[in-house]
């Protein structure tokens, strides 16, 4: 059986990694996507692999950014078919309800009717 578009499970967001504290070296510290942190280090102690793995750890933290907004657009658009649904339901609702609002009033008066004329018909009679 299929879950109404607002009971899907939550989905895993991305969360941003602690970033450097002065120039102190984070080490040992797992990073939002579950991998080792990189290591923060000063421009002067930066090497071609640490560039490198920033370059890498930057384009994963973009690509889980871009997964992250198509899942949120997703989700708003689900949202706002279950709105429009939910908005057309009701004026449904509120119609037939008028409807038989409208329905007992018209009865309401012909028993009303009714009963005058079983009255005036009962005093003719006597």
């Given amino acids: 059986?299929?879950?109404?578009?607002?009971?899907?499970?939550?989905?895993?967001?991305?969360?941003?990694?602690?970033?450097?504290?002065?120039?102190?070296?984070?080490?040992?510290?797992?990073?939002?996507?579950?991998k080792p942190a990189m290591l923060h280090v000063t421009s002067?102690?930066?090497t071609p692999e640490?560039?490198?793995r920033c370059l890498e750890e930057n384009?994963?933290?973009?690509?889980?950014?871009?997964?992250?907004?198509?899942?949120l657009r997703e989700r708003c658009e689900e949202l706002q078919r279950f709105q429009g649904s939910q908005r057309k339901?009701?004026?449904?609702?509120?119609?037939k309800f008028q409807e038989a609002r409208k329905l007992v009033e018209r009865l309401s008066l012909e028993k009303?009717?009714?009963r005058r004329q079983t009255e005036q018909a009962?005093?003719?009679v006597e």
């Fill in 1 to 34: 059986m299929s879950r109404p578009p607002w009971k899907s499970p939550p989905c895993e967001m991305v969360q941003p990694s602690g970033g450097p504290t002065g120039d102190q070296d984070v080490l040992g510290e797992e990073s939002s996507l579950g």
């Fill in 44 to 46: 002067e102690q930066g």
């Fill in 50 to 52: 640490t560039f490198q």
């Fill in 59 to 71: 384009q994963e933290l973009r690509d889980a950014i871009r997964q992250s907004n198509q899942v």
């Fill in 89 to 95: 339901e009701r004026e449904f609702l509120v119609q």
């Fill in 112 to 114: 009303r009717e009714l």
């Fill in 122 to 124: 009962l005093q003719e």
